[in-house]
């Protein structure tokens, strides 16, 4: 008779719509080998026993969309999420300036642009707080931040800097440069000026971000960017044990990439360790709607969002046709409509050679406006979607008031994050949290994708409620759909061949009312056969026979 590496029992949900549910799994080498009844699984032999009793057993969460390295070091200093006037701001920098060593640097992460009214937020506006240390705030969109005077001249900022991308280092009427920064190459100016961090606390933050999110009941994340030694620093990560969820990175090829950059991301693709793997690659066609730099359609109510991140859009298609020949998978950010018709036309010209059994060959990612006439366009050309619902709950309201709402206006606004008519088109929808930009609680994100609104407050209408995803179709884009938006047959369910990776959740998140689902806890999760606790539970251990 045959003996098993470990039985595990519960209340277990496959995601497999032929047999939605059993209460026992064989594994063996990391992978499930059988499946059943408590009564036939009695019959078996198994080194280890993990008895879960009424605990629903799920196949393992995986957020579609992380940056725990990237963002890990964005979101260090001062979180200023909280903050919603220019008041609370300044109270803030003064007392953190008062604790901070003479010309050490203040960063802070998560503001809001509206605290600000009809232009965007400027060095001066931190000078009167903060004038001796330099500062770095990025928006919680993470695409743009803001600097102070002394920061400015640190990177001898004088705006007539050029980019190879719509980056921008924004200036006033007479041309000098007010502190604000639009993408990535205009922040790294800045950050190419402030002090390092060192190997080891990279390791500290990362680590961290990992565990956080493996208590949340995550098993896996797909890191969609690209940072200097990321691959060094996994391979240390991994050294100090077993990462405590399972990584995907598919680092972004930026515009004005040049070709031994590209080479290099191709070259760098199925590079892999015990619990991590490089595979496909992000691009990004624009922008975002609060920092004007989205491309849509026709222009926000400020004039902006008129064009591509690429100077060149071109250049972004010649780009993905070759990774699409390589048989390389993608996922391009596009978040307004002119973008996702762009990339959408673009997929509907590759030959799609890693699309496997029917499902999609490349993805699309935040999609935060689209018009009815694009909502077809995904499954006509075999596109999956990777969405972000708390991206809507969190930073839109239902009236209108807040920057993205304002910036589109009141005829665009109520294409807002449309998950629900993609879906229903057949489409393939993952789901993600964009974490460090929004939480990555599952379980939150999950309620908030059915309520329209944020969890907890019945009082707040939800945005755009007919939008809204049902309960399973939330629980599949962070199991079987999110395997099948990027071709991870290894995934998703719980099946005879599949990965043994499971969450473990002490209440039924298919019953229990929306506003409740915070109070769920992820008692456990299982990698491999590899049991980890929940590091608030690990005294709670079920019993090891």
Not at 374 to 389: C, K, N
Request: glycine letters at 8%; a negative charge.
């Amino acid at each position: 008779m045959t003996t098993y590496d470990m039985l595990l029992f519960g209340d277990i949900r496959t995601m497999q719509p032929q047999l939605p549910t059993v209460q026992a799994v064989a594994v063996t080498n990391g992978t499930i080998a059988w499946i059943g009844s408590k009564a036939d699984a009695e019959q078996l032999q198994a080194h280890e026993t993990q008895d879960f009793g009424t605990q629903v057993v799920l196949p393992g969460f995986v957020d579609a969309h992380i940056h725990p390295i990237l963002g890990a070091e964005l979101a260090r200093g001062i979180d200023l999420s909280e903050v919603t006037t220019t008041d609370q701001l300044d109270a803030i920098l003064q007392q953190t300036a008062a604790n901070t060593p003479d010309d050490e640097w203040i960063f802070a992460w998560g503001l809001d642009p509206t605290i600000v009214a009809d232009r965007n937020i400027s060095a001066a506006d931190i000078d009167r707080s903060v004038f001796a240390h330099p500062v770095f705030i990025r928006m919680f969109d993470a695409h743009s931040g803001v600097v102070n005077t002394r920061a400015l001249d640190l990177a001898r900022l004088d705006g007539t800097e050029q980019f190879s991308s719509r980056s921008e280092v924004e200036v006033d009427a007479n041309g000098r440069p007010t502190g604000f920064l639009k993408e990535w190459e205009a922040m790294n100016l800045v950050n190419q000026v402030m002090p390092p961090i060192s190997m080891e606390t990279r390791l500290a933050l990362f680590l961290d971000v990992l565990e956080n999110m493996a208590d949340e009941g995550i098993t896996g994340g797909q890191i969609l960017d690209r940072t200097d030694g990321m691959l060094d620093l996994v391979r240390a990560a991994e050294q100090r044990g077993d990462l405590p969820i399972r990584l995907t990175f598919s680092p972004w090829i930026m515009p004005g990439d040049q070709d031994d950059v590209i080479t290099d991301i191709i070259d760098m693709q199925g590079n892999t360790g015990d619990r991590w793997t490089v595979d496909g690659v992000k691009l990004m066609i624009d922008g975002t709607i609060d920092n004007g730099t989205s491309w849509l359609s026709y222009p926000d109510v400020n004039g902006q969002s008129t064009r591509p991140l690429w100077l060149d859009p071109e250049s972004y298609r010649n780009v993905l046709l070759r990774l699409d020949a390589a048989g390389i998978r993608t996922t391009t950010h596009a978040i307004g409509d002119a973008g996702v018709a762009y990339v959408l036309d673009v997929i509907g010209e590759t030959t799609q050679p890693h699309a496997t059994d029917g499902d999609p060959g490349h993805r699309i990612e935040h999609i935060e406006t689209l018009p009815d006439r694009l909502v077809p366009r995904f499954t006509e050309v075999g596109a999956a979607v990777s969405m972000q619902p708390r991206h809507c709950t969190l930073f839109c309201s239902a009236d209108g008031s807040d920057n993205w709402s304002q910036r589109l206006g009141d005829d665009r606004r109520h294409d807002a994050w449309r998950l629900n008519s993609i879906r229903q088109t057949g489409a393939v929808v993952a789901i993600g949290s964009d974490w460090p930009v929004a939480p990555s609680d599952p379980l939150k994100i999950i309620a908030e994708g059915e309520l329209r609104r944020e969890v907890g407050k019945p009082d707040v209408e939800p945005v755009v409620p007919d939008e809204a995803l049902s309960r399973e179709a939330l629980i599949a884009g962070y199991t079987s759909e999110r395997a099948r938006s990027w071709g991870d047959t290894e995934r998703g369910m719980i099946a005879v061949g599949k990965l043994a990776d499971f969450t473990i959740l002490d209440q039924d998140i298919f019953e229990v009312d929306a506003d409740d689902l915070p109070a769920v806890n992820a008692v456990a999760t299982v990698i491999g056969g590899k049991v980890r606790l929940r590091r608030s539970n690990i005294a709670a251990q079920a019993p090891i026979v």
